[in-house]
Structure formats: structure tokens, C-alpha cells
């Protein structure tokens, strides 16, 4: 049988707690590229104008939480910025 050590007890609360909140973060910031990402497709440049700048702040607040690396997060910013300008410059 194995012992039952505090330290590990506690390591592994707390990695539940840290995975539902990732897990949280992740899936807001997927919501918010479908969501983007449906608009561009779509062409609805209003609607893209207004869900960049609120995707582009959810991606950066996974960086912050430390879901997602840097880098990982200016590329895909990156990219996004990219289609959603091509949108916005061919809408009158």
C-alpha cells in the first residue's frame, strides 16, 4: 500500500485546479477564434471590425494565465490581423 504523502496530496489539488482553469481559458480563447474566424469567411467586415480587438484580448489574456506560449499567441494574432484586413480593405 502505498503512502500517503501531504506534499503529493496537495500537488495534485492543485493540479486539478490549475487544469479546469486552463481547460476554461483554452476553450474561450477557441470560441472567440471560431468566432473570428466565421466572419472572415463570411465577409461581414462590420463584424469582423468589432471581434478582433475582443479576440486578440482573450488570446492575450491566455498568455498571461500561461496557457499559451508568447509566440504562439503573436502568430496566430498575427495571422488573424492579416485575414481581417484583407476583409476590412475590400468592403466599401
Do not use: C, H, Y
Not at 471560431?34 to 466572419?39: E, H, I, M
Not at 485575414?83 to 480593405?89: D, G, H, I, K, P
Amino acid at each position: 500500500m502505498a503512502k500517503r504523502i501531504k506534499s503529493g496530496l496537495k500537488r495534485r489539488r492543485q493540479n486539478e485546479v490549475r487544469r479546469l482553469r486552463n481547460r476554461a481559458v483554452r476553450t474561450r480563447v477557441r470560441n472567440a477564434l471560431r468566432d473570428l474566424r466565421a466572419a472572415i469567411s463570411g465577409g461581414d467586415a462590420a463584424k469582423v471590425q468589432e471581434l478582433l480587438p475582443r479576440t486578440v484580448s482573450v488570446i492575450d489574456n491566455g498568455v498571461r494565465k500561461g496557457v499559451f506560449p508568447r509566440n504562439t499567441a503573436a502568430r496566430a494574432k498575427s495571422r488573424l490581423t492579416i485575414q481581417a484586413n484583407s476583409v476590412l480593405q475590400t468592403q466599401p
